[in-house]
Structure formats: structure tokens, C-alpha cells
């Protein structure tokens, strides 16, 4: 991230724009697991940083990560073939195993009128550890039983939900 604002810096500098591309063995994001095999590309538009896109393997699964400023807000999205192991990254500690993730989101406004609205879906997915009742509510049916003892938890097709975040209380 100095680097690319080293860039920022040097492409305000020339007064136009830049694009850097490059590949990493290995890329860590906050508490994500190392995203590998890492192809990355970054472009400033010789104002600001307005746009990076990161695509790598977590786990030997897929994940795309992009970045985009405009004008008006900033918009950010991640895409993995592994949802259990991305969430957790993030600190979500559901006992999420495997799955789709998509998480798109759009920052708007500045400091205490900051807003971020962010989607999120999960297809296809396992929750292990669930709770007793969601557990005799699915061992009802008898595919689901098996799944539950053999230890795979409960199967979901498709999970959605929507976070309204503000720096408002």
C-alpha cells in the first residue's frame, strides 16, 4: 500500500496518469489468510488512486478483489470460491465451510457523514456448530440428517443480507 501511494504521489508529480501491473507469490490484507499466486493492478488516474484489482487463490480457491473511487463515493467488491475461509478473514466467526461469497459494497460521504452500504451473499454453503434447535429442525429431514452426522453441518443454498453502516450512533 506505500508503494501505491508512492505512485499516487509520483503520478500527481508527472500530472498524468499511471497504471502499474504486478505479480506477487503472496499478498496479506488485515487478517485475511495469504491470498497466493497474486496478479495485481493498479491505476491512478494522475489526481488519485481510482482503481485496483487483486486476483489470487485462497486456500487453492479463486478470490477477485476490486477497489474503485470516483467522483462520489468508492466502491469496493470480493468474489471467492471459498466463503468459510474469507469470512472468517474478516472476523466473522460463524462456522461457515465452503461456499460462494460475494460482497459488494459503496462507500458515500466523509467523516461523520460517512455511509457504506454492503451486500453480501453466500451460496451453497455448511454451518457446523449451529444451534440445537436449527439442528432437530433439520435433522427432520432425512438428507440433512446424514449430513449432520456425518459431521458436514447443515447445508444452505443461499444466504443474503444487506449492512447499513454509518459513523453515526
Not at 497466493?36 to 485462497?58: S, W
Amino acid at each position: 500500500v506505500d508503494e501505491a501511494a508512492d505512485s499516487q504521489r509520483a503520478a500527481k508529480r508527472a500530472g498524468g496518469p499511471i497504471s502499474i501491473n504486478a505479480h506477487f507469490d503472496e499478498v496479506l490484507i488485515a487478517a485475511l489468510p495469504p491470498i497466493t499466486n497474486a496478479v495485481m493492478n493498479l491505476r491512478d488516474n494522475g489526481v488519485r488512486l481510482a482503481n485496483i484489482q487483486l486476483n489470487g487463490q485462497i486456500g487453492g480457491e479463486p478470490i477477485s478483489i476490486s477497489y474503485k473511487v470516483d467522483d462520489n463515493a468508492k466502491h469496493f467488491e470480493i468474489r471467492a470460491e471459498d466463503a468459510g475461509r474469507v469470512l472468517r478473514g474478516f472476523g466473522i466467526q460463524a462456522s461457515i465451510n465452503g461456499g460462494q461469497l460475494v460482497i459488494t459494497g459503496t462507500t458515500t460521504g466523509t467523516g461523520a457523514n460517512e455511509h457504506t452500504l454492503i451486500d453480501l451473499s453466500v451460496w451453497n454453503f455448511g454451518l457446523t456448530r449451529a444451534p440445537v434447535l436449527a439442528q432437530v429442525l433439520n435433522a427432520a429431514f432425512l438428507p440433512a440428517l446424514v449430513d449432520i452426522l456425518r459431521g458436514n453441518g447443515i447445508r444452505f443454498k443461499r444466504l443474503t443480507a444487506t449492512i447499513d453502516v454509518t459513523k453515526k450512533r
